[in-house]
């Protein structure tokens, strides 16, 4: 267990010595309580940090938009308004719990936990650096299945939406509900499509051994031509797959009012909207981690493992200001026209450049091409 | 297909362009003004809370009688004639739409519509503003006042005694009257 | 929950509302847009009948706003109503003090110098462009583009800066009143204006890079609403939800009010660009370009008042009593024709005042339009007609 995570190793090490200050050794608890424990801790402090990542999104979002449209954005609590988002959080934590009437109260307060549960498990996959001493990614856990437990941890979300909306006992949720279901479902075969290809370059469903394999500048996304189209529908389905503009339909303010989170209020509202941001980072991390080189800077970074997180936290960024950018331009799709993006061109293309690819790799047309223009 | 194909085209290339406006506002100046901060420059014409030249004011009650939706109440007497005994010139500003009606048919061309325009209170009674600057007389005619009243009281007083008096006569020439009606 | 003693509505719509019968449970369900809906333009509640996401009935309830306006009118002094006209379109409030001065002007026998008339139709044209920006920003908002809609406002700002130097106030205008306007223009007014016109035909192009062109928004508005030119006629529709059926009728034009024949401008009507004519992206474009259309106007008012005669206003009298009779003018309101009807009985206020809105008008078709279209649909369908509330319910 601990052998295949350096962060749980490390939290290990930690209750280690502060087990040691009393005098004790790890070794008192029994593994499962250990592994537990160690679990219990990385969860917390992931769960800390992508509600402060949020925080600051939250912020980004709010003076991108300004920005664009000509206006500020927030710039009165603290310095360029960045405590805003704290403050409106503490609002949101002091605002009434409203249960609507008729709703159905048990899956009405369990779906935003299930929500948000999905897109955060699914961070446990993520390698967020790389130990140039050990050789091996840093994350919580490096799962052989890597990608495929994340696509499939991310689909709970799409059960938790369809809960909140029918719980809600509130029509215009029922709407954003059905649409998000109809959305989300037929967004994961493009958006899976797409992921096989680097899969398939890489040769492993493991991120960790994505990071690995793209060291020193060898990215995937040069790897062959067809990987920018790749990319490009990675990302549409990826705005698709976590309801940002154009795609953002099941809660289409203009049309269903707040969608299926009409009915939420305080807390529980916040976690609807951690839920959005969280998953805009989960697609732009495996964005970054499996078309552009994760943390690597074409080797520039060293062997600090500090500076590839930085870089890998950099790439997220601009990939959410890309988010950002688009859904403060884009007008919004008509939901029958995001089936037949999706079915009629995002998964045909997709399957065509999942054939190009592996007809790229089978004959070695990269190292045939090379050789071509070399001689010439 | 070939139609579905081209109109995703065609969209992602309109859509870059957006983009590209997006991004150039981006980089813009805004152009919010930053409200308490900075407080706009409002024009001479512009319509805000009224004043009153109340010096000026001959107290006709003209404005109260244009204004459309009679939130303008006037309340004063005239001791003398110029002289102005103020008791109210309140305009409810609940009520007011600042359509500067009020302001067009004042003969004396004394009540005009000001500058000042965060008028915003917690209740609807604190809306109603006195304009007057003072009340009662004018501090600068109070003099003339005073000795115009001190005049009146004089008078009134003179009038009162030559009344008593006369009414201390009076009876005994009913009397002698009477005496003589007898 | 139902009352017992109450007896069932005759309408089978109430009725099924009232017993809960088209709820979630069955196929189809009733399902309130309004009054407090992101996109219903104001308080509009339109009942609608969706069969999944497809509206197949619609009913639209109005009267959220009904302030008596014209009952008002009647009540109060033909110049004491003038504030008022500013506030039932308040987006357009010039040209409605334009409908309502002139059809008292009319009734009174006033002849309006030259100068003044050119003021009001630089004002109004300026006015026009200021709304159709709301209309397109908020146009915008309901397609679910947010940005536009800022875009917008930035340059309406500054054109409110130009009404409050003109007139001083920024939304109520009451800057057109019985015989003239107001106030002459301020010094340096007219280089304001010809400045502001000259950055806005820039941004205008912006504006259409931004939206009207863009794919996405093509195919949200484009087949989507279409109305027939005999339906235009059928539910009296007017200016541009009937100009963006291709029926070239402009009151400008048709029937001169003002100087509006000595200038030179185009009236666009819908020509079916991006799909059939009349559809809700024909509509969307005569506005944007009517607005490029009043700049012109504006400008060559500007030229033609340097040889104008007259002055701001014309001489009215202090008491003003119009004789005995009534009369209709009809305008070019920015959202179509808004006529003022006054029956006069040689009082001081009139015996009968009548408007004839046109969002008003214009609004009655939407129960024709919706069934048949999605809900998002829907919510284009309604922002295409443009409707401000607060004169559809006066
Ligand atoms: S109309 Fe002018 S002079 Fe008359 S009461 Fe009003 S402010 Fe005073
Ligand atoms: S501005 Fe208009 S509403 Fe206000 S007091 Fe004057 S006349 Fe009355």
């Given at each position: 267990m601990f052998e295949q995570s350096i962060i749980l190793s490390a939290i290990r090490d930690a209750i280690d010595w502060v087990l040691g200050l009393v005098g004790?050794?790890?070794?008192?608890?029994?593994l499962p309580v250990q592994v537990v424990l160690c679990g219990l801790i990385a969860a917390g402090g992931l769960m800390g940090a992508i509600a402060f990542a949020v925080l600051i999104y939250v912020w980004m979002e709010r003076r991108i938009a300004g920005r664009m449209q000509a206006r500020r954005g927030p710039?009165?609590?603290g310095p360029y308004g960045l405590l805003q988002t704290v403050a409106d959080t503490f609002k949101l934590l002091r605002k009434e719990d409203i249960i609507p009437t008729g709703a159905n109260r048990i899956l009405f307060a369990f779906a935003p936990m299930l929500v948000l549960a999905g897109v955060v498990a699914a961070?446990?996959?993520?390698?967020?650096?790389?130990d140039a001493d050990k050789g091996e990614?840093?994350?919580?856990a490096d799962i052989d299945l890597g990608i495929f437990l994340i696509t499939a941890i991310v689909a709970t979300e799409v059960i938790g939406v369809i809960m909140a909306g029918w719980a809600s006992n509130n029509k215009w949720s029922l709407y954003g509900a059905m649409r998000e279901a109809a959305q989300v479902v037929s967004y994961e075969i493009p958006l899976g499509l797409s992921l096989l290809v680097p899969v398939l370059i890489v040769g492993d469903l493991s991120l960790g051994a994505a990071t690995e394999d793209q060291l020193?500048?060898?990215w995937l996304i040069w790897r062959n031509p067809f990987m920018w189209a790749v990319f490009f529908i990675f990302y549409v389905a990826g705005l698709a797959n976590c309801k940002?503009?154009?795609?953002d339909l099941p809660e289409a303010e203009s049309e269903?009012?707040?969608?299926?989170?009409?009915?939420y209020s305080g807390l529980r509202f916040s976690f609807f909207f951690m839920e959005e941001y969280a998953s805009m980072t989960l697609i732009s991390a495996i964005g970054a981690i499996y078309?552009?080189?994760?943390?690597?800077l074409f080797g520039l970074q060293g062997s600090s493992s500090l500076i590839m997180f930085g870089v890998l936290l950099f790439k997220i960024l601009v990939s959410i200001f890309v988010m950002m950018w688009i859904r403060w331009t884009l007008p919004r799709l008509r939901i029958d026209q995001v089936m037949t993006l999706g079915y009629k061109v995002l998964t045909p293309i997709a399957f065509f450049l999942l054939l190009g690819v592996t007809v790229w790799d089978l004959y070695d047309l990269n190292d045939k091409l090379w050789e071509l223009f070399s001689r010439s | 297909m070939v139609e579905t194909f081209k109109d995703f085209g065609f969209a992602v290339k309109t859509a870059i362009k957006g983009m590209g406006i997006t991004l150039k506002t981006f980089f813009e100046k805004p152009v919010t003004l930053q409200y308490p901060e900075e407080r706009p420059e409002v024009d001479s014409r512009y319509r805000g809370i009224h004043f009153l030249e109340q010096e000026k004011c001959?107290?006709?009650?003209v404005c109260a009688l244009a204004c459309p939706v009679d939130c303008i109440h006037i309340e004063s007497e005239?001791?003398?004639?110029?002289l102005y005994d103020w008791d109210r010139f309140d305009i409810d500003y609940g009520l007011?739409?600042?359509?500067?009606?009020?302001?067009?048919?004042?003969p004396t061309n004394c009540i005009h519509m000001g500058?000042?325009?965060?008028?915003?209170?917690?209740?609807?009674?604190?809306?109603?503003?006195?304009?007057?600057?003072?009340?009662?007389?004018?501090p600068a005619q109070k003099k003339e006042v005073d000795g115009i009243a001190a005049e009146k009281a004089a008078k009134k007083a003179a009038a009162a005694e030559a009344k008593k008096k006369a009414a201390q006569d009076e009876p005994k020439d009913t009397q002698d009257e009477k005496k003589d009606g007898e | 929950m139902l009352n017992p003693a109450m007896p069932l509505p005759d309408d089978p719509l109430d009725r099924d509302i009232l017993i809960g019968?088209?709820?979630?449970?069955?196929?189809e369900m009733y399902i309130n847009?309004?009054?407090?809906?992101?996109?219903?333009?104001?308080v509009l509640r339109v009942l609608l009948r969706t069969d999944g996401e497809i509206v197949t009935e619609a009913h639209p309830h109005i009267g959220?706003?009904?302030?008596?306006a014209e009952k008002i009118g009647e009540c109060l002094d033909y110049i004491k109503f003038q504030p008022y006209?500013?506030?039932?379109?308040y987006l357009a409030a010039m040209n409605n003090n334009l409908g309502y001065a002139m059809t008292v002007e009319k009734l009174a026998g006033l002849e309006i110098p030259e100068r003044a008339q050119l003021l009001r139709v630089i004002i109004v044209e300026l006015n026009r462009i200021a709304s159709h920006l709301i209309a397109f920003g908020t146009y915008g908002l309901d397609a679910g583009a947010l940005t536009p809609f800022f875009h917008a406002w930035r340059e309406r700002e500054e054109m409110l800066t130009l009404f409050e130097k003109i007139?001083?106030?920024?939304?109520?205008?009451?800057?057109?009143?019985?015989?003239?306007?107001?106030?002459d223009m301020p010094e340096g007014w007219e280089d304001m204006v010809l400045d502001f016109l000259d950055r806005f035909e820039k941004r205008w192009k912006e504006y259409n890079d931004l939206l009207t062109y863009n794919r996405i928004f093509i195919r949200r508005t484009a087949d989507i609403g279409v109305i027939t030119r005999e339906d235009c006629v059928a539910y009296a529709l007017t200016g541009p939800m009937m100009r963006g059926?291709?029926?070239?009728?402009d009151l400008r034009r048709?029937?001169?009010?003002?100087?509006?024949?000595r200038f030179e401008y185009d009236i666009p009507i819908g020509e079916?660009?991006?799909?059939?004519?009349?559809?809700c992206w024909d509509r969307y474009w005569v506005r944007m370009v009517e607005m490029k259309e009043s700049g012109k106007i504006v400008r060559q008012a500007f030229d033609m008042l340097k040889g104008a005669e007259g002055t701001h206003k014309a001489k009215v009298p202090k008491v003003f009593k119009p004789k005995k009779g009534e009369c209709y003018v009809g305008i070019e309101n920015p959202r179509g024709e808004l006529g003022f009807y006054i029956v006069s009985d040689?009082?001081?206020?009139?015996y009968r005042m009548r408007v004839r809105g046109p969002s008003f008008c214009n609004l009655s078709i939407l129960e024709k339009l919706l069934?048949?279209?999605m809900i998002a649909d829907a919510v284009m369908i309604i922002g295409s007609t443009d409707i401000v509330l607060g004169e559809v319910d006066r």
């Open positions: 004790q050794d790890i070794s008192i608890l029994p710039n009165r609590v961070f446990a996959a993520i390698p967020i650096s790389w990614p840093i994350m919580i020193g500048g060898n940002r503009a154009p795609f269903l009012v707040a969608g299926f989170h009409t009915e078309f552009f080189g994760a943390g690597d | 001959i107290s006709c009650k005239l001791p003398e004639k110029g007011c739409m600042f359509c500067e009606l009020c302001c067009f048919p004042c500058k000042e325009f965060d008028f915003s209170r917690f209740s609807r009674m604190d809306l109603v503003r006195n304009m007057l600057t003072w009340e009662g007389v004018s | 019968a088209g709820d979630i449970s069955t196929d847009m309004g009054p407090q809906h992101p996109s219903t333009h104001g959220y706003l009904h302030r008596c006209t500013d506030r039932m379109d007139c001083g106030a920024r939304l109520t205008y009451n800057y057109v009143c019985i015989g003239g306007v107001v106030n059926s291709g029926i070239d009728w048709d029937r001169p009010y003002m100087m509006y024949d079916g660009k991006m799909g059939t004519v009349g559809d040689g009082s001081k206020n009139a069934p048949g279209a």
